[in-house]
């Protein structure tokens, strides 16, 4: 199930169980804007945090409420795991390969990639261009995770009475969002009351996604000197865009780049989507996998 989306996949609504809400968001596309069918966000109260898998009762709950607050009548979703759950592989494999080729070579060497016993190994993996370090070979993202953990996901959607239709990470189903061309070496900052998060497309390696440790009140004192000392330690991306919730003084954010030494901008939505709430950016990241696909 890790990344598949089925044929009638354009209407799947896109779903991101976060530590403080759970959000849904559908799309449909006419003359070459998006739309939004419907959206509902319902906000966890205390947060779960990280570990909100072990409340699925709470979780089932939340998304039962928000699909009834949403007014969306498709009941097939498409959600996301973060990066840190999920093992992401760089691969140099033959370029003539086809796609049943590369599986079955993933497959047969899937015990030396993943720490994972093959019956409980759920894997995808995305072609994402000629190697530059291997002539002849494409460059393949791999992704895997235990299938027990996809299964728990799995039954809190339907506890919910909804249908897990796909399982995405989280760093990829984000690409989508980024402007037109601007993937490789860039970055993108998520800014929520309860999180912070960095992602990174640096070529060469594999995607990145991080957690800093700054949200609340703090937030504008202290998230520069912790980027910048995050930002530190790898070569420094071409672009950093911040997409949030919250309002951000332009002002800070060019004080940002200035500190960073790298140029700091919103997130611009995709055509019709301009003013679709931050927070909602994985949800409309997975629903427009869901019309690509």
């Known amino acids: 199930m890790l990344g598949r989306f089925g044929k009638d996949a354009g209407s ?49 709950a939340a998304l039962q409420r928000a699909y009834r607050r949403s007014g969306l009548s498709q009941r097939r979703v498409a959600l996301a795991l973060p990066a840190s759950q999920v093992i992401c592989k760089l691969c140099h494999l033959p370029a003539e390969q086809t796609g049943g080729q590369l599986e079955a070579r993933l497959l047969a060497d ?117 980027l910048q000392a995050l930002l530190a330690e790898q070569h420094l991306p071409a672009a950093l865009w911040v997409s949030s919730s919250l309002s951000i003084d332009p002002g800070w954010l060019q004080g940002l780049g200035n500190r960073l030494n790298v140029p700091c901008r919103h997130l611009p939505g995709l055509t019709g989507l301009e003013h679709v709430d931050g927070s909602m950016l994985l949800a409309c990241a997975l629903a427009l996998g869901g019309m690509h696909l």
Do not use: K
């Open 12 to 60: 799947l609504v896109g779903v991101e169980i976060a530590p403080d809400a759970v959000r849904m968001l559908q799309l449909q596309q006419r003359n070459r804007r998006w739309r939004v069918v419907g959206s509902a966000q319902e906000t966890f109260r205390p947060p779960l945090g990280d570990e909100w898998a072990a409340e699925p009762g709470v979780v089932a």
């Open 110 to 226: 899937a015990e030396r990639l993943f720490p994972f016993p093959l019956e409980d190994l759920a894997l995808d993996f995305q072609v994402l261009g000629a190697s530059s370090v291997q002539p002849g070979c494409s460059e393949v993202m791999v992704a895997a995770c235990r299938q027990s953990a996809l299964a728990s996901l799995e039954s809190v959607v339907e506890e919910a009475g909804l249908q897990l239709e796909a399982v995405e990470v989280d760093n990829i189903a984000l690409c989508r969002m980024l402007p037109q061309g601007e993937l490789e070496g860039s970055a993108l900052l998520r800014v929520e009351p309860h999180s912070v998060t960095l992602y990174d497309w640096l070529p060469g390696r594999v995607y990145q996604r991080r957690e800093l440790p700054a949200a609340g009140p703090e937030l504008a004192e202290l998230l520069p000197e912790r």
